[in-house]
């Protein structure tokens, strides 16, 4: 069973209660932090964790802080594709590039991955409802589970939201409120919400949520045959990705499981980079930025608050590095991962990919490094971008003449 060595603020210091579900720190206000009690973990039990013939995140239940198997909700997360992008990698300039796919997951977003430990927990601690602020992705993932786990779901989502990603949580029977500005705006009112009436939130300043992204050091640890990638490039929004997976790379360090720990790069959009900006600035917190249009609209977060601060850290004690993007390049990056590797990611998902080409082309990361790029957020939940055409071609009648006409006109290549 997963055991909670202890809850503490992993700025102060001070110990919460693990037995109580708590946010933040009561002396300076950060979000909690939980140790899981590792000690039982040696060589057989690391050899039966591999071995094992469970799939997907909850087979590694040591280290996830949850003590009832009888309040798991999985829809099946996790053990997403490592694809090796070897056409795509050349093409690049990289020899060893490889694609985490985590658009396969169950709501097609990343989110499965905490949203999975939130849910289950809220079981544990018998909350009746579940609540989440969202710039979408994680509106849906919430809902999802929350409606597996016969909860009622609460979401408040900024106005202008990709319509895929309201009609999913729609879908799921989640109880949707639209708020007037941008993410910032919503996550203000949120935590307002969640003061007046004691919502439980599925939020980066949940410490339970959190520890479920653990399980990219994991996967990647096992998809890699134990070797640890050099870079690990993360699209960032709040950070939790970024840090949760460091977290999870260094419990297998200190376990022992790994010999060197990987790199951490985030990836932001340039309209709205409050980590990257904070980190060129060698400053140790996060400043508000005024969010612009992006097409990344799933990382468009101007004032990661919670744990900014833990991701600008986190590079630097794994002397990684944060890039801002330009939208060319967003774009020219879901575009070559569509066309060359076969995955449909939505913007924000492919930007790993488009941070990954700068730093090799700026030589940061070298050839044969070993690169993986975090694929984070599914095509099909936002296929209506500016610049991009997604309407069907005026129809031609179903006779071979007019399809040859056709493409003659228009693609000449294919025949
Ligand atoms: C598609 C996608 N990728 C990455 C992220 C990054 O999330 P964070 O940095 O908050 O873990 C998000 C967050 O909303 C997302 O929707």
Same mark, same amino acid.
């Given at each position: ?6 809850? @503490? /603020? ?7 209660? #693990? ?7 009561? #002396? ?12 039982? $973990? ?15 995140? @909850?087979?590694? &239940?040591? %280290? $996830? ?5 009888? /309040? ?21 300039? @990289? ?94 009112? @949120? ?10 939130? /599925?939020? #980066? ?25 050099? &870079?690990?490039? =993360? ?10 997976? &460091?977290?999870? %790379?260094?419990?297998?360090?200190? $376990? ?15 309209? /709205? ?10 400053? #140790? ?23 900014? &601060? ?29 066309? =060359? ?46 610049? =991009? ?21 228009? =693609?000449?290549?294919?025949?």
């Amino acid at each position: 069973m997963g055991q909670v060595k202890a809850v @503490f /603020c992993p700025r102060c210091g001070r110990t919460g209660d #693990s037995t109580l579900y708590q946010e933040s720190c009561e #002396s300076c206000g950060s979000v909690l932090e939980v140790a899981m009690n590792l000690s039982g $973990l040696g060589p057989k039990e690391r050899d039966t964790l591999l071995a094992s013939p469970e799939r997907g995140l @909850f087979r590694w &239940w040591p %280290f $996830l802080p949850l003590a009832n198997r009888a /309040c798991v909700v999985s829809l099946g997360e996790g053990d997403t594709p490592l694809l090796s992008a070897g056409r795509l990698g050349a093409r690049l300039g @990289f020899e060893r590039l490889y694609l985490k796919n985590d658009t396969l997951l169950p709501t097609g977003s990343l989110k499965d991955r905490s949203n999975a430990i939130g849910i289950s927990k809220a079981l544990e601690l018998g909350v009746p409802l579940v609540a989440v602020a969202s710039t979408g992705n994680a509106a849906a993932s919430v809902s999802a589970y929350a409606a597996a786990a016969g909860l009622r779901s609460v979401i408040l989502l900024p106005e202008g939201t990709a319509p895929g990603k309201v009609a999913q949580a729609a879908a799921h029977g989640a109880e949707i409120v639209a708020i007037k500005g941008d993410f910032d705006h919503t996550a203000r009112l @949120f935590a307002a919400a969640v003061r007046e009436f004691g919502w439980y939130a /599925c939020m #980066s300043n949940n410490p339970y949520r959190n520890e479920g992204k653990k399980s990219y050091a994991y996967e990647l640890w096992m998809q890699l045959g134990g070797e640890v990638p050099q &870079w690990l490039i =993360h699209p960032t929004a709040g950070g939790l990705g970024l840090i949760a997976t &460091w977290k999870g %790379f260094n419990e297998l360090y200190a $376990l022992g499981w790994v010999d060197r720990l990987p790199r951490m790069l985030a990836a932001q959009a340039a309209a /709205c980079a409050p980590i990257v900006e904070a980190y060129r600035n060698g400053a #140790s917190d996060v400043q508000p930025v005024s969010a612009k249009e992006t097409i990344a609209e799933s990382i468009r977060v101007g004032y990661p608050k919670s744990l900014g &601060w833990r991701a600008i850290r986190d590079i630097r004690e794994s002397r990684g590095s944060a890039v801002a993007l330009e939208e060319a390049e967003i774009s020219e990056a879901r575009a070559l991962l569509a066309r =060359h590797a076969g995955i449909y990611a939505e913007p924000a998902g492919a930007i790993s990919l488009a941070a990954a080409v700068r730093l090799r082309q700026e030589g940061l990361i070298g050839r044969n490094d070993l690169t993986v790029c975090m694929i984070t957020g599914h095509g099909l939940k936002q296929p209506e971008i500016q610049g =991009h055409d997604t309407s069907l071609p005026s129809p031609i009648e179903p006779d071979l003449e007019s399809l040859r006409r056709r493409l003659d006109q228009e =693609h000449a290549d294919v025949r």
